[in-house]
């Protein structure tokens, strides 16, 4: 009877170890997940800068190539 005692202690002793653990693991998924966030965030904005740049540079770009006036 006693060897059954200890199995289940164990069991309840590994059982509480793994919870313990899917919480860490929850906790750095959920960390992963503000990171990915902020990254895409971050991804976005530089596109939009670029693609800003891009603007102006085609826009300059039309004026500087142009034959001045006196030719």
Excluded: C, W
């Amino acid at each position: 009877m006693a060897d059954m005692e200890d199995d289940i202690i164990d069991l309840q002793t590994k059982l509480s170890f793994q919870d313990g653990l899917l919480e860490d693991l929850n906790q750095v998924i959920i960390g992963q997940q503000d990171q990915i966030a902020r990254l895409e965030l971050a991804i976005e904005t530089l596109k939009v800068q670029m693609r800003t740049m891009q603007t102006s540079m085609h826009q300059g770009n039309g004026q500087e190539h142009e034959i001045p006036p006196h030719y």
